[in-house]
């Protein structure tokens, strides 16, 4: 047996060579690594000598994000056998970098495929590093603290570097020197056992626990080589957390380290090295208590801003922390009491506490006193108390009514406020108001609720604000996006007050600010029943001015939204805007055309316009140029796809026609693209024509998969009622009549294509089992077979299911010799491969077509 395993050894250090020397080798790299682990103990001097070639500066630069996940998974073995060699695998890994995050795959498979990147990769190394380190540590604490030590120094060194690196200081407690290294991990490791700590951090909580659990001789033992080995203040610190809980030996082996002055001086360590101080105090003799208390006396900050200061909130730190009760000398007992008396008293806490994100609030009216605004001066403190007062009823969920009453108060001290009161409190006083009546308002209901009273009551708060952006006391772009939003909610429910703001509106579409310009863009509709004309001029004037991307996609949304009621003024600013973006430049061309798919298709699809049709003719013969529409498109006709076969309204079945037609040309000239790409021998392929079939896969993708995705995946594989093609004589029909599409797709489909047809043509098979079979069969061999469909383990399981219940309910489309050779051939395909399912129904297929 043991020769056995060394043979095995032999051989797995053999095919990690071959993949370390050979061209062909590269891919079989995880199962060499995964060998060698496995057998490292047969020959631990030779597997060490494999091993290490993977940490080789130059193999790291080109293979880490490669490599080291594999090897970090194995270090668990690794380290029963050659526990030094492990702490150089946890160096190697966390002193490395990826700056660089290339797009990686998960797996081959093409039917589900899980992409990730090289930086995300290689921290999934580092992750398993710290999984094993607690199981490392109880084999081998010793070697295991060496390991804690230098993933601390490259972590510090590599994710925490500093812009100006501290001087190392040198500080001796009797024959032993030690080195410190300030290192701001009192920002960045403040506390032990934080949430959401990355892989280094939880190593070193790791090692702590671990070192907390030791027995007495065993910890020291670990203590001295962290004292004689490391200069990070990061375990330092925790070094003294560890001796001020385990209190015993341990701490006094570390108070006469925690005691000196650099220690405490550091504010790294400072919080920790007092905590151990103060609870051992008491087993201090006289002597040393005044001589730590003296040294403590005689610190002095020169470079501190207030040097006094800052000296006496040291000391006070200090020895409150040790308690009046337990000091040696009157002047430290004077520090403690004159702080007493004074009430104040500096707690020994940690400088910085790592809180959650959405446990931070900031305090009210940061961002003013931030910019330096005086919140407190008497002119500025009736505007900043009526700011809070809106604040809170909007807090409270006041009503559109009730909040008149509030924001009037606030906009009549803004505009009789003197002019002392600070520009930042007068602007962000505005803004307050605006967004409180535009929040109150944002409902139709609420707008709609309103008398005649409070509509006036609003628009006379309206003509108080300022709306110009330039000049002394200008509104800022929040206070005029806030009032465009206002003002078109108000002018959604009468015409009359439409009118009115007729002129505001308009100023507000050329207003500079692009989120004001947006604001009216996304609330055109809003104008439709109560100033039609004013929509239409606004949506003409931003298709023939407004460059920005997202205004222009909130112009096209309305034409979309009003299309049923005036097709034709729709269809003309759809279009226009469609032929004017397409001279943008990049990205702008492409985010906005790519909204604008789904509106084109729908113009043709469900209206029949055949200026819409003429775009879509022109995107299909250029479908590289505009691969972003055609796909936005392609899930939007999804409704159309069945209709034909459940309604009788001859409208609907034209558009559904119009549908079906179109996803077959769709289909049809991407298999033909795709096609062509796939008889091109592989050494004539360019870029341009890898990056065009790749635009054609995915767009053929796309249209095929609404077949599917009309039906209902998730009905059909959970045995539901799917949600269309009710009837049986339905589902025959479409198999029937959309055979000729489903074979285009089989053409040259890529495998998650097929696998979508696959379910597609279960769902259908009792309709017309025969016919499905032809189409499956066709796809697996056409399109399947050229992108290595058979490679894949969803797509054998899928297509043994799908055949498998074709057996056993419609054995009789088999009795066709070709049909079943077919078959056979197909299975044989899967068979080759070593998919396991496809070999028993192989071997049971005489008996079940029997």
């Known amino acids: 047996m043991q020769r056995t395993e060394a043979q095995i050894g032999v051989a797995a250090r053999a095919l990690m060579g071959f993949a370390f020397d050979d061209a062909r080798g590269g891919g079989m790299m995880p199962l060499a690594i995964g060998f060698v682990g496995r057998t490292f103990g047969t020959d631990s001097s030779a597997s060490k000598q494999a091993i290490a070639r993977l940490l080789e500066p130059s193999r790291m630069a080109d293979h880490a994000a490669d490599d080291m996940h594999w090897l970090a998974q194995e270090v668990g073995r690794i380290s029963k056998f050659d526990p030094e060699f492990a702490v150089s695998i946890y160096e190697a890994i966390f002193r490395h970098v990826i700056d660089e995050g290339r797009p990686t795959r998960l797996g081959n498979s093409q039917i589900l495929p899980l992409t990730s990147n090289s930086r995300q990769d290689f921290k999934m190394a580092q992750w398993s590093l710290k999984e094993a380190y607690p199981d490392f540590f109880k084999r081998n604490p010793k070697v295991a603290t060496r390991a804690a030590i230098a993933v601390a120094q490259a972590y510090r060194d590599t994710s925490h570097t500093l812009r100006e690196p501290s001087d190392r200081q040198s500080i001796k407690v009797g024959d032993v020197e030690a080195g410190l290294i300030n290192d701001l991990s009192y920002i960045w490791a403040a506390s032990h056992r934080a ?12 090692f702590v626990d671990g070192v907390l659990a030791l027995d007495e001789p065993d910890a020291l033992e670990v203590i001295a080589i962290v004292i004689s080995s490391s200069d990070v203040a990061w375990l330092w610190a925790r070094l003294f957390m560890i001796g001020a809980r385990r209190g015993g030996e341990v701490a006094k082996a570390l108070w006469p380290w925690a005691s000196q002055m650099p220690f405490l001086r550091s504010t790294d360590t400072l919080k920790d090295a007092i905590d151990l101080i103060a609870a051992g105090y008491a087993d201090r003799s006289e002597p040393e208590k005044a001589t730590f208390e003296d040294a403590v006396m005689g610190q002095a900050y020169p470079t501190a ?16 922390a040790i308690g009046l009760a337990k000091l040696a000398t009157p002047d430290a007992r004077r520090i403690v009491e004159a702080a007493e008396l004074e009430q104040q008293a500096e707690p020994n806490e940690r400088l910085y506490e790592e809180v959650e994100a959405y446990d931070i609030e900031a305090p009210e009216f940061h961002h003013l006193r931030s910019a330096g605004v005086d919140t407190k001066a008497l002119q500025n403190v009736p505007v900043l108390d009526a700011i809070r007062m809106v604040d809170t009823k909007s807090v409270a969920g006041q009503s559109a009514a009730a909040s008149i009453d509030v924001v009037a108060l606030l906009v009549a001290q803004l505009v009789g406020s ?16 605006a967004r409180a009546l535009e929040s109150a308002t944002h409902e139709f209901a609420a707008v709609k609720a309103l008398n005649s009273g409070q509509t006036a009551a609003l628009e006379a708060l309206v003509a108080q604000f300022p709306i110009k952006s330039d000049g002394e006391g200008g509104a800022s772009e929040v206070t005029r996006e806030s009032l465009a939003g206002l003002v078109l909610n108000l002018a959604r429910v009468d015409s009359a007050v439409a009118t009115r703001f007729a002129d505001m509106i308009s100023g507000f579409a050329r207003d500079e600010g692009v989120f004001v310009r947006n604001a009216v863009a996304s609330r055109l509709h809003y104008l439709w029943d109560s100033n039609r004309d004013l929509a239409w001029k606004l949506a003409d004037y931003f298709a023939s001015n407004e460059v920005n991307t997202h205004v222009l996609i909130n112009v096209g949304s309305f034409g979309s939204r009003v299309m049923g009621a005036d097709l034709d003024g729709a269809q003309t600013l759809v279009l226009g805007l469609v032929a004017r973006v397409d001279g943008f430049a990049e990205p702008a061309r492409s985010e906005v055309l790519d909204q604008f798919g789904s509106i084109v298709f729908r113009l043709w699809t469900r209206h029949g316009q055949q200026e819409a049709r003429e775009v879509l003719d022109h995107w299909l013969a250029s479908r590289d140029a505009y691969k972003g529409a055609l796909g936005g498109g392609a899930f939007s006709i999804r409704w159309g796809l069945t209709l034909a076969y459940e309604s009788e309204d001859p409208g609907q079945i034209s558009a559904s026609k119009r549908c079906l037609a179109l996803a077959y040309e769709i289909i049809d000239r991407t298999a033909t693209g795709l096609g062509t790409y796939i008889a091109a021998e592989p050494a ?3 870029p341009d024509m890898d990056e065009n079939a790749s635009s054609d896969a995915m767009l053929l993708d796309k249209m095929a998969s609404q077949f599917l995705f009309a039906v209902g995946p998730t009905e059909i594989r959970e045995g539901g009622e799917p949600r269309t093609l009710l009837s049986a004589q339905s589902r025959q029909a479409f198999v029937s009549d959309n055979a000729r599409m489903f074979m285009r797709v089989g053409d040259a489909g890529t495998p998650k294509t097929i696998y979508y047809l696959l379910q597609l043509m279960e769902f259908l098979a009792p309709s017309n089992p025969a016919l499905v079979f032809d189409i499956v069969a066709h796809a697996v061999t056409g399109g399947g077979r050229a992108h290595s469909f058979q490679m894949e383990s969803l797509g054998a399981a899928r297509f043994v299911k799908l055949v498998g219940g074709m057996i056993a309910d419609h054995r009789v489309i088999f009795e066709e010799q070709q049909r079943r050779l077919k078959l056979v051939d197909i299975l044989e395909l899967f068979v080759e491969v070593g998919w396991p399912d496809a070999r028993r129904l192989l071997y049971r297929l005489p008996e079940a077509l029997r």
């Open 195 to 206: 949430k959401y700590s990355d892989d280094a951090r939880e190593i070193i909580d790791a």
């Open 305 to 320: 801003d207030i040097p006094e200061k800052r000296e006496l909130q040291f000391k006070r730190r200090v020895f409150g």
């Open 418 to 433: 003197p002019p002392v009161v600070d520009d930042l409190v007068r602007s962000y006083g505005w803004e307050t108001a």
């Open 684 to 686: 004539t392929r360019t």
